[in-house]
Nanobody, 124 residues
């Protein structure tokens, strides 16, 4: 059984930084792309970032390029999301997910396992 566990969320002031982590178990982590999505209250879940199985290829939501960085450590079965210059509009529950393929994708239907999410709140 695949399990994903996010951590690192919290309350931060605008302009601050957070690093989210997602530890995976139950699947050969290094074979699959991973992604981060987020869902704000009353809104749909949106793509944030994705990374290929090797970490050599990444993809980002256009609005987040330059502020967010996705990375992974296959030895630790962990994917990270470094978030800098946070804004109140970044407030959301952040989810990690494991893809069915090795390449990064923005499409949520390409991801088959999801974590429970971690809350990020950015105060103004």
């Amino acid at each position: 059984q695949v399990q994903l566990a996010e951590s690192g969320g919290g309350l931060v002031q605008a302009g601050g930084s957070l690093r989210l982590s997602c530890v995976a178990s139950g699947r050969t982590f290094s074979k699959y792309a991973m992604g981060w999505f987020r869902q704000a209250p009353g809104k749909e879940r949106d793509f944030v970032a994705a990374i290929s199985w090797s970490g050599g290829s990444t993809d980002y939501a256009d609005s987040l390029k330059g502020r967010f960085t996705i990375s992974r450590d296959n030895a630790k079965n962990t994917v990270y999301l470094q978030m800098n210059s946070l804004k109140p509009e970044d407030t959301a529950v952040y989810y990690c997910a494991t893809s069915r393929s090795w390449s990064p994708t923005q499409y949520s239907e390409e991801y088959d396992y999801w974590g429970q999410g971690t809350q990020v709140t950015v105060s103004s």
